[in-house]
Nanobody, 121 residues
Framework: QVQLAESGGGLVQPGGSLRLSCAAS????????MGWYRQAPGKPRELVAT???????NYPDSVKGRFTVSRGNAKNTVYLQMNSLRPEDTAVYYC???????????????WGQGTQVTVSS
């Protein structure tokens, strides 16, 4: 089985910073891409940031310049540094990975359970 576990969410004031962490564990042969999505109440889940095995990153305009995604040395971890947070960043943040489990052929999408980020004064 493959599991993604997030940590680091919480309550922060506007303009503050938070760092999210996610670790993938289990029978994993290879991880292609890791990243973060978020979902606010009443809204669809949206992309926040992704990073490939080679280190290429992708951000939507809404977070570009404020958020930074990175991979750990072990390559099964991904981090999201969030600076200059705004109330509109409030959402549940989900870790995501596209990976190939050991013994299976082909890539699959895996999700963490989510961590709440609330930006409020």
């Amino acid at each position: 089985q493959v599991q993604l576990a997030e940590s680091g969410g919480g309550l922060v004031q506007p303009g503050g910073s938070l760092r999210l962490s996610c670790a993938a564990s289990g029978s994993i042969f290879k991880i292609n891409v890791m990243g973060w999505y978020r979902q606010a109440p009443g809204k669809p889940r949206e992309l926040v940031a992704t990073i490939t095995e080679g280190g290429n990153t992708n951000y939507p305009d809404s977070v570009k310049g404020r958020f930074t995604v990175s991979r750990g040395n072990a390559k099964n971890t991904v981090y999201l540094q969030m600076n200059s947070l705004r109330p509109e960043d409030t959402a549940v943040y989900y870790c995501w990975a596209r990976l190939e489990p050991t013994g299976y052929s082909g890539w699959g999408d895996y999700w963490g359970q989510g961590t709440q980020v609330t930006v409020s004064s």
